[in-house]
Nanobody
């Protein structure tokens, strides 16, 4: 059974940092990519970052480059999204998702499995 569980969301002031975790199970990591998405009410889900277990392919949304960083801990099947210098426009519900492909994609339509999400609030 495929499972993805996000954690690490919360309230942070502008300029602050958070680290989100996506712990996943139920599929062979070498065949999948892990994507991070965010969504605010009334808007489409937006691809923020993506990591390929097989070849380390990475993708970042332009607006988060040099502020958000992906890392992975293979023994525990965890993909981290380190978010620095957070801005109010980064506030959203963040999801991780898995897709059976080896090259990253920023399109939600390409992902097969989704976690429940975690809320990130950026406010003073």
């Amino acid at each position: 059974q495929v499972q993805l569980v996000e954690s690490g969301g919360g309230l942070v002031q502008p300029g602050g940092s958070l680290r989100l975790s996506c712990t996943h199970s139920g599929f062979p990591v070498d065949d999948y990519i892990i994507g991070w998405f965010r969504q605010v009410p009334g808007k489409e889900r937006e691809g923020v970052a993506c990591f390929s277990w097989k070849d380390g392919d990475l993708y970042y949304l332009d607006s988060v480059k040099d502020r958000f960083f992906l890392s992975a801990y293979y023994p525990r099947n965890i993909v981290f999204l380190q978010m620095k210098d957070l801005k109010p426009e980064d506030a959203a519900f963040y999801y991780c998702a898995a897709a059976r492909r080896t090259l990253c994609s920023e399109s939600a339509a390409n992902y097969d499995y989704w976690g429940q999400g975690t809320q990130v609030t950026v406010s003073s």
